[in-house]
T-cell receptor, first 112, second 112 residues
């Protein structure tokens, strides 16, 4: 039981490049979310999903796309990276959404 | 706009001291308040509070919610260096727990 697995752990991108941050969970959780964490701002919700095939926007969705084709996977795509997207990204999952979320270990992304 | 504010933002104490961390919130609807501990990587779940006046306790950590005054406190007694971390407060605004609203976090440092 690995919990929530995020890859890669670190990534450096050039402005304008695209990439996908991977998130997988093996707990059969329906709810999955992506957050970004910036200094002094806590965690902010980017996109979330309440089940396979269902996604919606959070607080800061611009510049990011998601899809949820399976219960296990919830990838986050950066379409055209910008320096403002330099951040630590966390994926989280929950069985019902009514209890505490389990977070992945994060991806530290730097856009130069 | 839903908002969660934590105070203090930073706190440095000596081992053995007792600390109180604060979390106030303004949300349109409220379902629960959650506390997380974040060391180097992923936030780990501590407590979920839904009812006023009922203390949740785990070892030296305890937390209570006041839904009338819209705040929660997290107490840590007999602090240890291993308690050093960022403590995050989040509110589930009853739009679905996939849309947690986080505070900025309190960075707690315990000196030996």
């Amino acid at each position: 039981n690995a919990g929530v697995t995020q890859t890669p752990k670190f990534q450096v991108l050039k402005t304008g490049q695209s990439m996908t941050l991977q998130c997988a969970q093996d707990m059969n959780h329906e709810y999955m979310s992506w957050y970004r964490q910036d200094p002094g701002m806590g965690l902010r919700l980017i996109h979330y999903s309440v089940g396979a095939g269902i996604t919606d926007q959070g607080e800061v969705p611009n510049g990011y796309n998601v899809s949820r084709s399976t219960t296990e996977d919830f990838p986050l795509r950066l379409l055209s990276a910008a320096p403002s997207q330099t951040s630590v990204y966390f994926c989280a999952s929950s069985f019902t959404g009514a209890y505490g979320y389990t977070f992945g270990s994060g991806t530290r992304l730097t856009v130069v | 706009e839903d908002k969660v504010v934590q105070s203090p933002l930073s706190l440095v104490v000596h081992e053995g001291d007792t600390v109180t961390l604060n979390c106030s919130y303004e949300v349109t609807n409220f379902r629960s308040l959650l506390w997380y501990k974040q060391e180097k990587k992923a936030p780990t779940f501590l407590f979920m509070l839904t009812s006023s006046g009922i203390e949740k306790k785990s070892g030296r950590l305890s937390s209570i919610l006041d839904k009338k005054e819209l705040f929660s406190i997290l107490n840590i007694t007999a602090t240890q260096t291993g308690d050093s971390a960022v403590y995050l407060c989040a509110v589930d605004p009853a739009q679905g727990a996939q849309k947690l609203v986080f505070g900025q976090g309190t960075r707690l440092t315990i000196n030996p």
